[in-house]
């Protein structure tokens, strides 16, 4: 299997029998945009025939924060590699399969992004574009991992009603997130993100976890109560020039993934938040961890309801994702996955499902 490259994903997939110009560039970043690039290398210590691997690509463009300018690839002992793209959604991975036990079951897919700190100014009139209710349809409704009946709206309720039962979207949203830095904390020993598992996170007890179960537990509060939302799963690319030492990593980032959300208000367009880096902050920032009112908690808090640093790559927003050529669905897709003779590897067992992820900021 030979090198491809393409300028920015598409809804496109190049297979390893056809090659073309699938992407058409869009125009070039100005100066205030920092580039990385971004590599994933997979290597199968199980090789058998018909083993596969997916990995997540970034997403072509996330509005006022990152562009991909391209992607591209080398699987040499592959019999079938290919850029993927899921009909209706914005997740693109590449795909590829062994048929020789004996091949070399190596991928590298490197990719280069342009990104920007965001910030949505809450207290300007909203004039952007509305989106249409078929557009916002798809980020109101229940997930596997994040149903939105029992008791999820019933604390989305109580959210609202001891909020004084806002009406806007903002203010819904800004309800949620204010109770959860008050009541969610972060949970250092869980593996990986977490699970995403919100009617688990809700009856554990403890409102704990890590960032796929509190961002998506902010995601899951916000659509019970009527605010489109979405997860937007990634990989953080480089250190954070705020001060927060506990939100960024740059070099190896083999084990920095890390998932972010957004709310959806009329004017306003996507505004992204990150109540579990709130908690982080809290956890990490410094040894024993601080109090929620501790300066750099507060500075967190205010930060993280409305922007973004720019020092982290979005992979996409998907739910429940079918991997092409997989028995069955995964709830989010931010590591790489894998299958074998064997069965389905773990992203989370590095002794038999290697990867390395690497950043490099570009001048």
Sequence with gaps: MQRRQFLLVSTVAASAGSFGPAFAAIAA????????????????????????????????????????????????????????????????????????????????????????????????????????????????????????????????????????????????????????????????????????????????????????????????????????????????????????KSLGKSGDISKAQHCRAEFYADGYGWIPVDPADVAKVALEEQPGGLPKDAPKVRAARAMLFGGWEGNWMAYNTGADVRLPGADKAIGFFMYPQGITAQGRLDSLDPAHFAYRITSQKLA
């Design 29 to 244: 970043p100005t100066a205030n945009w920092r580039k990385y690039e971004v590599t994933t290398t997979v290597s199968l210590s199980e090789q058998t025939a018909q083993s596969q691997v997916w990995i997540p690509v970034p997403v072509s463009q996330l509005e006022g924060y990152q562009r991909t300018l391209d992607v591209s690839f080398n699987a040499p002992g592959a019999t079938k590699a290919e850029l993927y793209a899921m009909p209706g959604s914005d997740v693109r991975m590449v795909a590829v399969q062994w048929a020789d036990a004996n091949a070399p079951h190596t991928v590298e897919v490197t990719s280069r992004i342009a990104v920007l700190d965001r910030a949505t100014d809450l207290g300007a009139a909203g004039v952007g574009r509305k989106l249409s209710k078929a557009e916002l349809r798809p980020y109101l409704e229940s997930t596997s991992l994040a149903p939105l009946d029992g008791i999820v709206k019933e604390t989305a309720d109580k959210i609202q009603a001891e909020a004084g039962k806002p009406q806007d979207a903002i203010g819904k949203a800004r309800a949620i997130y204010d109770w959860m830095v008050a009541n969610c904390s972060r949970n250092g020993s869980v593996a990986g993100c977490g699970t995403g598992d919100v009617r688990y996170t809700l009856t554990s007890g403890n409102l704990s976890g890590k960032c796929a179960d509190l961002n998506g537990l902010f995601t899951a509060l916000s659509r019970a109560s009527g605010v489109p939302a979405r997860d937007v799963y990634g990989v953080r690319v480089d250190d954070s020039a705020h001060g927060f």
